[in-house]
């Protein structure tokens, strides 16, 4: 087939599922995968390919490559998407749900990463985004677990990209703010199975009230946004490193350059405030 093939993750709502349509705009043949089939059948309605995928099952990943391969030949591009937040105090976040937060958002991209680079490399051609976010870049308090994901992938793909350039295979990272999705809603699930120490107690209300960076914030921006930026990485012939969304969160990328005591002391005058 003439047109190009993606494979997306995570296609149930928010980017995903915009990234899907802005692919579907440019003609590509989009197979746009979630947990969960019966959250995607609109796209399939509008001219997707959707399937059912756990990023964390090692030989689900696997066959989806696999299919999509046998019936391509190729795959152009893998928009690693999939994801969730684990936020809350580092010391109530438990083993297991540090271990589920890195099985979603860091070893799920890798299994997908590992799955289609050798199809890339035989045809010497493919683009891999990752969307990851500006808490890849600045952590805050009330969200390390979260925030140690996405500075994994930062790195993660740092490597990848200088490993794969000399195959004709290009490493692309999107990071978006605050966005108008329902990201918060799972935010505040995982918040609400915490045990609670009683010493975070301000952090938690923070966390909760923490309106700014949630989907209904003013500074937010529409997930349409971030699938252009997605969907400009796969589509150029030499992407960018990295793509910042919005204008919020281009402001908190240069709040990452500042020296750390200085950065600290702003996190806790925003905490004063909004207390």
């Known amino acids: 087939m003439s047109e190009k093939t993606v494979l997306i993750t995570g296609c149930s709502s928010g980017i995903g599922r915009a990234s899907a349509y802005a692919f579907l705009e440019e003609e590509w043949r989009v197979y746009a995968t979630a947990r969960n089939p019966a959250d995607i059948e609109t796209l399939g309605d509008a001219g997707c390919d959707i399937g059912t995928l756990d990023v964390t099952d090692g030989d689900d990943v ?32 438990d083993d297991d749900r540090l271990h589920r937060q890195f099985d979603v958002n860091v070893f799920g991209p890798h299994r997908l990463v590992r799955a289609v680079l050798p199809t890339m490399r035989e045809r010497e051609d493919g683009t891999i985004v990752n969307v990851s976010s500006v808490a890849g870049r600045l952590a805050v308090a ?117 020296p750390d005591r200085i950065s600290d002391g702003l996190f806790r005058a925003v905490r004063k405030l909004t207390s």
């Open 62 to 93: 696997d066959r989806v490559v696999g299919r999509i391969v046998d019936e391509e030949g190729r795959i152009d591009a893998l928009v690693n998407n999939a994801g969730y937040g684990q936020h809350g105090p580092i010391e109530d976040v």
């Open 142 to 258: 009330g969200m390390g677990p979260y925030a140690a994901s996405k500075h994994a992938m930062e790195g993660y793909s740092d490597a990848l990209r200088l490993e794969v350039d000399r195959f004709g295979i290009d490493v692309a990272v999107v990071q978006p703010g605050p966005v108008k999705t329902s990201f918060r809603d799972r935010v505040d699930e995982e918040l609400g199975r915490l045990e609670r120490t009683a010493a975070y107690e301000e952090l938690y209300e923070f966390q909760e009230d923490a309106v700014l960076f949630g989907g209904e914030s003013p500074i937010a921006v529409h997930p349409a946004e971030v699938a252009d930026a997605v969907v400009e990485a796969a589509v150029s012939t030499d992407p960018e490193p990295r793509y910042v969304v919005g204008a919020a969160a281009q402001l908190l990328v240069y709040g990452s350059y500042l």
